[in-house]
């Protein structure tokens, strides 16, 4: 069977000949993005050849719409014996000969990991902090003759008199005889607690956390490596769980560092772009959607780890610490487990996390939208399937409403409302638009439906904001020419592949401003050479490849209007006005880069002055990292959700008002706006 | 690949040309005893070819000694083409042709389950039965808009409301803010609640357990079926892990009737005969143990829920219920699911119960012999690798000390100890013996390795108290003949096929009664024509290719002396006599069919009146399901467990002249045996 390499991981397989290069990527566990289901539609999983032969093909014709960007289109099979060096190919569409190829992937997630990353959290941690992974060192006596103590019983005695339970509230009255021992030891930290007792003369740190009056034992260690090394690190992950992107940190629960960040498309979405579709992909394949997510967390899960191993994520002791000579796969292995991940803290949308543990999400989307569970205990990663030590305690924010997730419980504890005495409005924009209106005496959320356009889905030449996405254009005025900003583009060199979240926003509002779109996203007669017309249609290029129609621009502003008008929809269900708002939080992955003047443009957001505005990125992933290293962090969260009054738009009598009156550029209200 | 079908199982499997026939009955899961690991040394995996052709061969040669009852070692290969139908061979040591095969395996655990289930346990029954295992009715609530609850908080409210918690001695202070639900529903059961709760406008039966303060919810049923057939069973297993054989029972929880029983071999027996060679494997393969005593429990359960459904076990109403016309197998399906055993009760020795659990057993068999634990809270089934209900409770039966184990506690709940104004002496007899001495005031509790020659191993024709099985002997004073007893052969014909240990005893009192052999144990110089002299060796044939050994005698003289030797000791430590004990209670796997005056013959039991003993035959399972049927007798279990007072053999001055004592028939000192 030929030898398939793929770069930049450098990861080879071997692939039956005729199979498609996506399989091969599959089975390298290299990351190719396929929204479409690997239909050869979507075009976000082209490549380029750097050797050996293939048989590539596009059968869509030109007129099947798509990702033009690529530039391959047009080339479509290849001669016998041709060599394919130096093509781009769609991997989907690909199959190999028997012969070794070299393929070169894109850079999927560098770029997004810092980007991610970026929100500032540290503003928002309080002074003290510990975890609800706590941990313990413990001088557990050696084992005497016929004094009835088994090891578990010498362990559970050394953690009673180190550990103070009674001030965990813990009451032993509650005991039944049987279950005398109020430490709970999992099978599998029993099973080698024998040798780990006497490797160390009894010398051991045990990680726990509190379920219920119990102290639940996650693991026992030995503490510092015998021959000089430094132990493994204790390590937790947070990780937001996006319809669209999954992000996540690796971080060291003894110093709180974010050791790394890495970003990827939820494995779901060739199930449906949204919550809905995923719903009803769900009454029959509820266990494959469970099985993609983890699937995408998994290995997001691995590739931090050896990122955060290399030193890339952030912590310089752990270059330092190298020892001579030593194989860095080695060190990553020494370093930095996946057993040594002893606690998780994950946010998501109601539906996501009914997703990501197998439950029956039906009753999200039918009246009287009531999901199978708002907020969850500590579960253990192995009950869930998240590849990290199985019994460590997972931390699930939880949820106020079927379109009201953990993800703004979580994106809340990043914003005044956490309590600050101001009055908040906190929009999360992502496929679903989330807001929240309070104050110290009361919060409303809401939810939206604003489509995947934010994220660069459903817009013909949408990409995530990752490297060579282009994210900022500026159009000359008088000639309509555009200059084009792309992430990574400067320094890194990256060339235009696709439009993101914030790209867009800042295109409407160009061609908007120029003229040459009107109120209604429509181009205008205006004369162009960038105007491309054909027929009745009509797009806008920004460059050899990439380009803006109608479509786009009207997935756009369905997008923003459902946004806004959600905002003015719960302001006017407590009798308040833009006026009234004392500050104004974005998250979202656009975040960072969205520019103010534009959205305001184009009508995403009301004319505030711009010091009420405050970009925070991605919150949702923020705060599960909050409550992942403080539980006062933790308690704090539950206290908000516990606050919010869940506002159903679909049963607002101003709703649908709002939102015909927010599809104009930037609304027919123009006075919001001035 | 040639089809083989195993009879009396009738399954069917592929298997490769070449590959030996225990291969094939390892796929077909059908049970083939193979203690000597597939090397063809015991003789045990003896099967008859019914049609088609093998290569079968033994290459141990005459002397290499083993299992001469199935008269087939003379026959060494066969030549091409043969037909080898009504050929009896060693499946280990048979490979297949191209070409089907038929052939009959020797039923294998009919009786012993009949027997193991004649404990009688009805009589240590409390009036009041409530199980760990607790079921309630509830009626939740249906799902109202915007009311703020989910599935689970409608279903946690309708519990709290129905179970008063309170008189669990559950106190809410002990709760989180983010616990606020002392009900936890595992997430597969979550998973499924919105449907469950929505099938039967909210009337389910919740099955839970109490787990520290906490109500963990197991399974969730909706009750009664719709279309007029009777619900699910709800069942529990009881299981007796022995050293050398695995019992158990299934349960039903709600009449506490057996519906059914099984035995068989601990698969564990190819990797060593007692606990220190398991050990000692141990130390290498732990993952392997485990893996195979789950297999042999995984395989009973499977065996005993089909029995069961079809009535063989116990239950008219199943017979009664089946539907008209329905097919077996699927009324098996419909009644009796590995799922409804939602409860589990396990009882074996201290290395068993580290090894099911995949614990290091290292220590147990080294100084100051401190196991990993003795007492363990209830753990899921899923976590243990049961393949019942993942989220039973498993309750196992708590040791005292590294050879005084759960089996004996378990065993204890069967007897005066647990509570009755008696002085009891007793003996459990297996691979270990272990003896219990007690009365209200104290529990003294010892044990001694007696090998497997009471379970049919280490006896040259030995077996288990199964069909075909030698259980008694009677020799002529004046020929010498033996007259034999067979399990199962009256009505049902069963032809010899070895002796069991009840068998053994039988043997050795007639041959010493009968002066055919001395007080050592050594075959006399009296003429007989059943005893086959050879050189320095000689043997007492029973009948055609069964027959008794020195080697044998000596096994089974060892073995009786360590268990009265250790009587002995552990009533000098406490100054007693065998006239202080009111009741001596034997168990073991032949204890139904111990002939009394056989065992004092041997010197295997003291001579006191036949009214002061009790037979109550596998009282580690017996105990095992009254622990599973009853929380009252769980918690006497416990205390009982508490109360004992272990006493280290190898740490008594004289156990070893009591030893050394006992190495004769009866014994040196005669008194005690008239």
Not at 360 to 368: M, N, Q, S
Not at 370 to 393: D, H, M, Q, R, W
């Amino acid at each position: 069977m030929p030898e398939i390499t793929f770069l930049p991981d450098n990861i080879t397989v071997s692939l039956a000949e005729g199979a498609p290069l996506l399989e091969g990527a599959r089975l390298a566990g290299v990351f190719a993005e396929t929204p479409c289901g690997g239909k050869g539609t979507c075009g976000k999983c082209a490549a380029r050849v750097l050797s050996g032969s293939v048989d590539f093909r596009d059968d869509r014709g030109a007129a099947a719409g798509g990702n033009a960007s690529a530039g391959f289109f047009n080339e479509t099979g290849n001669k016998a014996g041709e060599n394919s060096a130096g093509r781009t190919v769609l991997i989907c569409r690909t199959n190999v000969k028997n012969e070794p190829v070299v393929v070169e992937l894109p850079k999927a997630s560098g770029e997004a990991g810092k980007f991610d990353a970026g929100a500032d959290v540290s503003r928002c941690l309080p002074e003290s902090r510990e975890s609800f992974l706590k941990s313990v060192r413990l001088t557990v006596a050696p084992p005497a003759f016929l004094d009835g103590l088994s090891d578990a019983d010498r362990f559970a005695r050394a953690f009673r008199e180190t550990v103070n339970l009674a001030d965990e509230k813990y009451t032993d009255a509650t005991r039944m005889p049987t279950e005398r021992a109020e430490v709970r030891l999992p099978v599998g930290v029993l099973a080698e607690l024998p040798e780990k007792l006497r490797a160390k003369n009894g010398e051991v740190t045990a990680y726990y956390y509190l379920d219920g009056g119990l102290a639940r034992v996650v693991d026992i260690d030995g503490g510092t490596d015998a021959d000089g090394g430094v132990a493994a690190k204790n390590l937790g992950v947070a990780v937001d769980i996006g319809t669209t992107t999954v992000a996540l940190w690796v971080a060291d629960m003894d110093s709180g560092a974010v050791l790394a960040s890495e970003t990827a498309y939820n494995a779901q979405i060739e199930c449906g772009l949204d919550v809905i579709s995923r719903i009803n992909y769900a009454g029959k394949y509820r266990r494959e959607l469970k099985d993609r997510v983890l699937g995408t967390i998994n290995g997001l899960i691995g590739k931090a780890l050896t990122s955060a191993a290399h030193g890339s994520g952030a912590d310089a002791a752990l270059l330092h610490s190298q020892k001579d000579g030593e194989n860095p796969q080695v060190k990553a292995e020494r370093f930095l487990k996946r057993g040594a991940i002893r606690c998780a803290s994950l946010a998501g949308n109601t539906t996501m996390i009914h997703l990501l543990l197998g439950l029956v999400p039906e009753y999200i989307r039918l009246a009287p939208y009531t999901p199978a569970v708002f907020e969850l205990p500590l579960c253990s990663a192995g009950e869930i399937g998240l590849n990290i030590n199985e019994n460590a305690p997972v931390y699930i924010a939880p949820a106020v409403g079927s379109y009201v997730g953990g993800d703004i419980t979580s994106g809340a504890l990043c914003t005044g409302l956490a309590g600050g005495g101001e009055t908040v409005l906190f929009i999360d924009i992502g496929t679903n638009g989330e807001i929240l209106l309070g104050n110290d005496e009361f919060i409303f959320g809401c939810a939206c439906s604003a489509g995947p356009a934010f994220e660069g889905g459903g817009i013909k030449c949408g990409m995530r904001a990752s490297a060579g996405a282009i994210e900022r254009v500026v159009i000359d005025p008088m000639t309509g020419a555009p200059e084009i900003f792309v992430i990574g583009g400067s320094g890194n060199g990256a060339k235009p592949a696709g439009i993101c979240g914030s790209g867009i926003i800042s295109i409407a509002a160009e061609l908007f401003r120029t003229g040459l779109i009107d109120s209604a996203g429509k181009f205008t007669d205006r004369d162009c050479a960038y105007i491309v017309r054909s027929g009745k249609t009509a797009e806008y290029r920004l460059c050899e490849g990439i380009s803006v129609g109608e479509p786009d621009l009207d997935n756009f502003i369905r997008a923003k209007g459902a946004v806004f008008s959600a905002c003015r929809t719960i302001m006017d269900s407590v009798g308040m006005s833009f006026a009234d708002i004392d500050r104004v939080v974005i998250a979202g992955g656009f975040g960072r880069f969205l520019n103010l003047e534009d959205a305001r443009t184009v009508g995403l957001l009301p004319r505030l002055p711009d010091g009420k505005y405050e970009f925070l990125g991605n919150t949702s992933l923020a705060g599960a990292y909050l409550a992942l290293v403080s539980e006062e962090r933790r308690a704090k969260e539950n206290e908000i959700a516990r606050r919010i009054t869940y506002v159903d738009l679909s049963g607002e009598a101003g709703y649908m008002d709002n939102y015909t009156a927010a599809l104009f550029l930037p609304h027919t209200d123009i006075e919001l706006f001035q």
